[in-house]
C-alpha cells in the first residue's frame, strides 16, 4: 500500500485484483476476533462443514449425480417443449439440409480423386505428348532409340565376352536394362494412348468439385464432416418427428431420476441429522471444558417447498447438487437467549472460546490451513486459561495455529513463543516480534504473571506452568 492509498496487490509474484487475493485469504486463514474473515461465520459454509464432520462427502456425491441428470432430463424436455412454430421451421430447415446433402451422393475420399483427375484432363495434351516423346527417346527413334544403342552395344560384346568373366556379366547386365528399356517403352505408349482431351469431362469434374465446395462452406470442412453434419440433421429431425414418444420417454425416465435423487437426497438428510447431533454433543463437551457450559450450540437444518423440487416423503422440496437441506449452525451465549446465527453474535472473547470449541470439534473436517485466535483470553481465568490452552494444541495438531494472549496458562502450551512489543521512535510507533529462546521464554511468562522484573516466585511459577504443559502435551502424544 502506497502512502497515496492505492494497493498493488501479489499472488505467486503476479499481480491480481485485491478481490482474489481477498479469497485466496480467506481460504487459507481464519481471524478468530475479527468476525469479518471468520470462515465459521459464512453460512454458505455450514453445509460443507458438516458433511465432512459426518464424512457424507461420498453420499453427497452420489446426490449430485443423481441430480445432475434429473436437470439433464428436464432440459431435454424443455427443447421438446418449444413453440410449435419454431420446431416446424427447425424441421424444414433440417429436411432441406438433409436432401442437399444427400442429392449429392458424396463418399469419402472422392475429392482427392476428382483433383486428380481435373490435373491430368486439364493438362492431358502436355502428359500424352510428353510421354509419346518419352516413348519415342526409348523405342521408337529408327537407329537411334536407346534400345537401339543397347542393341548395338550387346552385339559388341556378345562375340567375345566369353574371354572374360567380368564382361560376360557387364554383357548380362546390359541385356537386363534392354528388357527394362523395352517395358517402360510399351508402359509409356499404352499411357499416351490412354490421355483423353475429353473437355467435356473436366467441366463435369469442376462442376462436381464446386457442388462439394459449396457444401463444404455451409457443412464443414471436409465430405467427412459434411456427411457427419448430415447424420445429425437426422438425428435431430428423427427427435422432432417423434416428439411425443420421446417425450413420453423422457418423462418416465424423469419420474424415475427424480425418485431416485428424492430417496438418495432424503437418506443424506437423515445421515445429517445424526451428524448434527453428533456435532452438538462433541461441541458441548468442548464447551464444558472451557468452563462454558451455560453456552448453547445447535446445528440448524431446513427444507424449503417448491413446486418444482424433488418428491420428498409426499412433498416438493426445493434442490441443488447438495440435496434438500439449508444448514446453519446457532449459538445463544447466555441462558435464555434465543439461538441466532453466528454471524449475528457479538465477537469478543466469549465468542472467541466458543468458535475454539467449534473449531476443535470440527478440526478434521476444516480445510483452511491456519487459524489465528485474538482476545481469546478476554474474562477467564487460571483453569479456564488452562484448558483453553490445551484446545489450542490439539487443535494445532491439523492446523497452524497462531494466539495473541496476555495469560501464561495459554502461552505455555504453545509449540513456539513470540514477543510482540511497541516502542516510539521520533514520534513514530514501531512494533517488534521477537522468536524467543527457552530462557527468554521462561522469563516472558513470569512478567506476564506480574510485570517486567519477574520474582523468582514468578519464575517458579512459570516453570510450573511449562512443565505442567509439556508432561500433558507427552500423554496426550503417548
Excluded at 48 to 56: I, S, T
Amino acid at each position: 500500500m502506497s502512502q497515496a492509498g492505492r494497493n498493488l496487490a501479489r499472488a505467486n509474484g503476479r499481480t491480481v485484483p485485491l478481490s482474489l487475493l481477498r479469497g485466496v485469504g480467506r481460504s487459507l486463514v481464519d481471524v478468530h476476533g475479527q468476525t469479518e474473515h471468520l470462515s465459521l461465520l459464512d453460512r454458505r459454509q455450514h453445509l460443507d462443514y458438516l458433511d465432512a464432520f459426518g464424512g457424507l462427502m461420498p453420499r453427497r456425491a452420489q446426490v449430485a449425480t443423481a441430480v445432475a441428470r434429473v436437470r439433464s432430463l428436464r432440459r431435454r424436455l424443455e427443447d421438446l417443449s418449444r413453440d410449435e412454430r419454431e420446431v416446424a421451421r427447425e424441421r424444414d430447415l433440417l429436411e432441406f439440409q438433409v436432401r442437399e446433402i444427400e442429392s449429392a451422393d458424396l463418399r469419402p475420399g472422392e475429392e482427392e480423386e476428382l483433383r486428380e483427375e481435373q490435373k491430368r484432363l486439364a493438362h492431358a495434351q502436355a502428359l500424352q505428348e510428353a510421354a509419346q516423346s518419352a516413348y519415342h527417346a526409348l523405342y521408337a527413334a529408327e537407329g537411334y532409340s536407346a534400345f537401339d544403342a543397347l542393341a548395338r552395344a550387346h552385339a559388341a560384346l556378345q562375340g567375345i565376352a566369353h574371354l572374360d568373366e567380368r564382361l560376360r556379366e557387364l554383357l548380362s547386365s546390359l541385356e537386363t536394362v534392354a528388357a527394362e528399356v523395352e517395358e517402360a517403352a510399351r508402359a509409356l505408349r499404352a499411357y499416351a494412348a490412354r490421355i483423353e482431351h475429353d473437355p467435356h469431362r473436366l467441366e463435369q469434374v469442376e462442376e462436381r468439385l464446386e457442388a462439394i465446395a459449396r457444401l463444404k462452406r455451409k457443412y464443414g470442412d471436409s465430405i467427412e464432416q459434411v456427411l457427419d453434419y448430415a447424420r445429425q440433421a437426422r438425428e435431430r429431425l428423427s427427435l422432432l418427428v417423434s416428439g411425443e414418444e420421446e417425450r413420453q420417454r423422457l418423462e418416465r425416465e424423469l419420474r424415475e431420476a427424480e425418485e431416485e435423487a428424492g430417496a438418495l437426497a432424503t437418506a443424506l438428510s437423515q445421515a445429517r441429522k445424526e451428524a448434527a447431533a453428533a456435532l452438538e454433543e462433541a461441541v458441548a463437551r468442548d464447551l464444558a471444558d472451557l468452563a462454558m457450559g451455560h453456552v448453547a450450540f445447535r446445528v440448524g437444518l431446513e427444507q424449503g417447498e417448491d413446486p418444482l423440487g424433488l418428491p420428498v416423503q409426499g412433498r416438493r422440496l426445493a434442490f441443488d447438487e447438495s440435496g434438500v437441506d439449508r444448514v446453519e449452525f446457532l449459538v445463544a451465549t447466555n441462558p435464555g437467549e434465543p439461538l441466532r446465527p453466528l454471524a449475528k453474535v457479538a465477537s469478543g472473547g466469549e465468542m472467541s472460546r466458543f468458535l475454539l470449541a467449534l473449531k476443535g470439534a470440527l478440526a478434521a473436517a476444516d480445510p483452511v490451513p491456519t487459524l489465528i485466535f485474538d482476545e481469546i483470553d478476554v474474562g477467564i481465568g487460571g483453569r479456564s486459561a488452562e484448558m483453553v490452552g490445551r484446545k489450542l494444541w490439539k487443535l494445532a495438531r491439523r492446523h497452524q495455529v497462531l494466539c495473541v494472549t496476555h495469560l501464561p496458562q495459554i502461552a505455555a502450551y504453545a509449540d513456539a513463543h513470540y514477543r510482540v512489543s511497541k516502542e516510539v521512535v521520533l514520534g513514530r510507533a514501531f512494533s517488534h516480534i521477537q522468536a524467543l529462546s527457552e530462557e527468554e521464554r521462561l522469563r516472558e511468562l513470569a512478567a506476564m504473571l506480574g510485570g517486567p522484573r519477574p520474582s523468582e516466585r514468578m519464575l517458579a511459577t512459570a516453570r510450573e506452568f511449562l512443565s505442567r504443559a509439556r508432561q500433558w502435551q507427552r500423554e496426550q502424544q503417548a
